[in-house]
């Protein structure tokens, strides 16, 4: 069965990770629901759970009697965000796949925006960059460091490369290996789909405060495992390159 040649199966997966999310995770995913009720397409809207030890579960499994179109794939243990992410991407079934964080911060609505430039572009992948940054001082700092890095490391032109707002074709999701756990997860996916040849595209996208709860990352072991992780992706992606290596 080809999914993205878009028949019986889903048009769109909202694809999230969730940790710790108790004070965001309802009203989000009712927001989600009814964007997607509203677009006149099946979807669906499928959470990693990633071994949440709050009241996360609890809010999910109930929301699941009610809103028919969510999937939940629980991870017994914290194993980080990228695993999460791609955990929910594996069950997700959709023609497109729209990744994006469970904290409220950006808007699922904006997928038109994305598929729009996808289809106009003939792109395989398009990514949000951040409008105005809702976030302290110190992690947009972070976020323009990384953006450099990335440039200089792996070529990646792009003006936000860890914006979590993205659209990819449903093939291509399922299509790529996530494995970062942590905060580069959303820039591992796009130079992993520019080393696999496909087209990336960018538009600009709404970012917002935090709906509730507070972000999980620590600044100083976050950039240590941002510089680890790229010098390993970098290797990687020199051995495939070489052909060292059969897949990236």
Known sequence: MDLDAGDEAIFLSVCAPAYNEEATI????????????????RGEIVIGNDGSTDRT???????QSEIPALKVVTLP????????LSAAIREASGRYVLTLDSDGQFDAAEYTTLLSEMEQGG??????????????????????????????????????????LKLLRGSVARGLSVEARGFPTPTEILVKAQTLGYRI????????????GVTKLKALRTSWQILTFFAYLKLKQVLYRARVVNSF
């Open 201 to 212: 595209g960018e538009v600009p996208v709404t970012h917002r405060e935090r709906a509730g």
């Open 123 to 164: 792109f395989d992948v398009v990514t949000g960059y951040r409008r105005s940054k809702q976030d302290r001082l110190t992690r947009v700092a972070a976020d323009r460091a990384m953006n450099v890095l990335v440039r200089g490391l792996f070529g990646l032109k792009l003006r936000d490369t860890n914006c979590a």
């Open 26 to 41: 309802e009203p989000v995913v009712r927001a989600w629901a009814e964007i997607l009720d509203a677009s006149g397409q």
């Open 57 to 63: 579960g609890e809010i999910l499994s109930r929301l």
């Open 77 to 84: 243990h914290n194993r980080g965000y990228g695993a999460a």
